[in-house]
């Protein structure tokens, strides 16, 4: 107990970092001009409207019933880790650990990160909840928001999502095949046009002795090299090959492959990997340059890249994943085989829209419920459940109070029906509906409005039976 105590006091007195506060521009703005200015959206960081919410519904109820139909089970995942299991993995030189982490204390004196990617996660969940036991391979997916401190650009965001698919347990070629046709299909299912590019780099051991040639044929060019890339010859030369720099093209060119150190045993992994693809006929480019941003791959890596002739989104991949070998026993697990992949929804959202795909509309309500007066508004409220239990969406405007601007919104909802509920009409145990179009209206049984609504839906002929009174309402 008293060592627990001590542990607990322990982490509380940990070093605070103090956070550089940097000014909102809000801020000054205010300053010059004296009025509140409007709030600030960090930057990298987005909303997703209302009018947007389709096309990401489209997008996840897509991916859903493929992950069911491919068998993989949904794993849900915290936002916030503790920062070595990224540290660790991903790897020291990486874009993402070097600068893009969200890293912070939290109040127990605890290093924590807002999770960069989920690999990673997965692979702690796979050993934290002894999954080893289960049949194998582990197929999980996840879904969710990831955080890193990138630039800003078009396609690129602090806070993005992601959908990743990851196959723990088999080092089978097929894995990695059916995860590549199990992408392929998501973007087919969707409309949208991609292209698959894959690679292998091999194991670790055989990527040494290709890092040594590349780093050799690299030197002597060292001064045409942009200081990013000097960097990453000196630190991290395998990135040298995705480099997006100006004149590297030519260099790239001449540079030894990767392909050509494979041993043979990674040969003919990636071998395999390509025969199942053409057996199932999904069409694959060769792209020797692709080595992916993260250190934890082993033999096949690929991506998936919209085909475009727009440069920008070209270099921006829809998904990207590969084999990741070493990653379970490199966080302490037993040695355990894994491969996977992850898209980013934001691109495709956006790519959706860019080839002009749209999701199906959502069914507007054909009904809108009016009220009058409080007494109204109390059965109304029942009513509406009765409503939302038979299965019909109906509008409202609870908030208002006359009659004429509730009319007015139904008008411009563009409804079939609005039923109207007054005083009179809560005394009587009746309700009225009225045709928007021809602008007639019957009282009916309040008791009896659901069927009746649905009756009026499902054949507009049907004649309904109104109750003697003439509404005062109806007179309106
Ligand atoms: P990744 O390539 O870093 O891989 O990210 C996968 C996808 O997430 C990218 O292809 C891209 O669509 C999207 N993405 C990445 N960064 C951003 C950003 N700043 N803004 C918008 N979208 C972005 C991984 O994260 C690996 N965990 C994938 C994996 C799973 N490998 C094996 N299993």
Known sequence: MYMKQKKEQAEVVAPKVEPKVEKAETDDKEKKTGAKAPPELLRGFRDILPEEQGKWNLVRDRIRAIAEAYTFDRIDLPILERSDIFLRTLGKQTDVIEKEMYVFVDPSGKSVALRPEATASVARAYINHGMLDRPHPVKLWYEGPMFRHDRPQAGRYRQFNQVGFESIGASEPIVDAQLIVLGTQIFRDLGLDIQVQVNSIGTP??????????????????????????????????????????????????????????????????????????????????????????????????????????????????????????????????????????????????????????????????????????????VGLKLYEDFRQAGIPVAEAFGKNA?????????????????????????????????????????????????????????EEEVVKPIVRQSPVARD
């Not at 309700?431 to 009756?455: P, T, Y």
Request: charged share 30%; glycine share 8%; hydrophobic share 40%.
């Open 205 to 378: 051991a055989c990527r040494q002795a290709y890092l040594a040639e590349l780093v050799s044929y690299f030197r002597p060019h060292r001064n045409k090299l942009s200081e990013d890339d000097k960097r990453r010859l000196q630190k991290n030369p395998l990135r040298l090959l995705d480099s997006k720099e100006e004149g590297m093209k030519e260099l790239l060119a001449d540079a030894p492959q990767i392909l050509d150190w494979l041993d043979d045993a990674s040969k003919e992994h990636f071998t395999r990997v390509l025969e199942f693809l053409e057996e199932i006929q999904i069409p694959y480019v060769l792209n020797p340059y692709l080595v992916r941003g993260l250190d934890y791959y082993t033999h096949t890596v690929f991506e998936f890249v919209e085909k475009t002739t727009d440069p920008d989104r070209a270099q921006n991949a829809l998904g990207g994943g590969g084999r990741y070998d070493g990653l379970i026993e490199l966080m302490g697990g037993r040695p355990t085989p894994a491969c996977g992949f992850a898209l980013g929804m934001e691109r495709i959202v956006k790519a959706l829209g860019d080839q002009g795909i749209n999701p199906p509309q959502r069914p507007q309500p054909n009904v809108f419920f009016a009220q009058l007066g409080d007494a109204a508004r109390r």
């Open 403 to 459: 009659l004429k601007a509730q009319l007015e919104i139904a008008n411009k909802l563009g409804v079939k029906l609005t039923i109207i509920l007054g005083q009179k009409e809560v005394l009587d145990g009746t309700i009225i509906i009225r045709d928007m179009e021809s602008g007639a209206q019957e009282i009916v049984d309040v008791n009896k409005i659901v069927g009746v609504v649905k009756r009026k839906l499902s054949s």
